[in-house]
């Protein structure tokens, strides 16, 4: 699975975590279960989920070494289509508190 350097660079600190009880950025142990739950490749091809709200959306990221976008979208579309931008830079967004302003 390819995955963007910057999310992988955020692994090597944190392997998942929660943010305020309402961001949850996947590990290493759950990425592949969550992308296979989410049937991220059959809906988003070409993307990668790399965490969820815990209320029904999910955060995606382009599968591309040097993505930095994170996109969010509801679970129950999964297409790419309708995501929305969350933020330019996964590492800033994180060390902003993973503020979410769609």
Not at 15 to 42: F, H, K, M, P
Not at 80 to 97: C, I, K, M, R, T
């Amino acid at each position: 699975m390819v995955l963007p350097h910057v999310y992988k660079e955020l692994l090597k600190h944190t392997n998942g975590c929660s943010i305020g009880g309402e961001v949850l950025l996947y590990g290493t142990e759950d990425i592949a279960e969550r992308n296979a739950t989410w049937e991220v490749q059959q809906y988003a091809s070409g993307y990668v989920a790399i965490g969820d709200d815990g209320g029904g959306q999910v955060f995606l990221m382009r599968r591309a070494e040097e993505e930095k976008k994170v996109w969010i979208v509801d679970a129950g579309v999964m297409d790419p289509q309708y995501a929305e931008l969350v933020a330019e830079d996964l590492l800033s967004w994180v060390n902003e508190g993973c503020f979410i302003e769609v």
